[in-house]
């Protein structure tokens, strides 16, 4: 998640929507667009086998356009997917997706 923040510091300067959004982006001051998209991204990453076409309309209603809400779903997929990969085969995050060295090296776990 620390790596993730440092991307989101580098785009936005506003500390405390920084971490209201590291917390729970619930209680972050958010326009509605951007929060109807964060309900897509959550619901697609944890249950989408609920998901319905009300969740693309309500994408929609907040002016995002087909083209959109198909790229936002193909990311959403994607980071869930690769996510998936690497904790399905014991994969450890890069030393500076951990805080650690901006090196960029691959910290997999000694066998």
Not at 33 to 50: F, I, Q
Not at 93 to 106: C, D, K, P, Q, V
Request: negative net charge; glycine residues 10%.
């Amino acid at each position: 998640m620390e790596g993730h923040a440092k991307d989101l510091r580098a785009e936005v300067d506003d500390p405390e929507l920084i971490r209201a959004l590291k917390e729970d982006w619930r209680s972050a001051t958010l326009d509605d667009p951007t929060k109807a998209l964060l309900v897509y991204a959550e619901k697609l990453s944890l249950t989408p086998g609920e998901m319905t076409s009300a969740d693309v309309d309500q994408l929609r209603a907040q002016g995002f356009t087909d083209r959109d809400i198909t790229d936002a779903a193909h990311n959403i997929a994607f980071f869930s997917y690769i996510n998936r990969m690497g904790e399905g085969l014991g994969v450890s995050l890069e030393l500076f997706m951990r805080g650690g060295s901006e090196g960029g090296t691959s910290c997999q776990s000694p066998d």
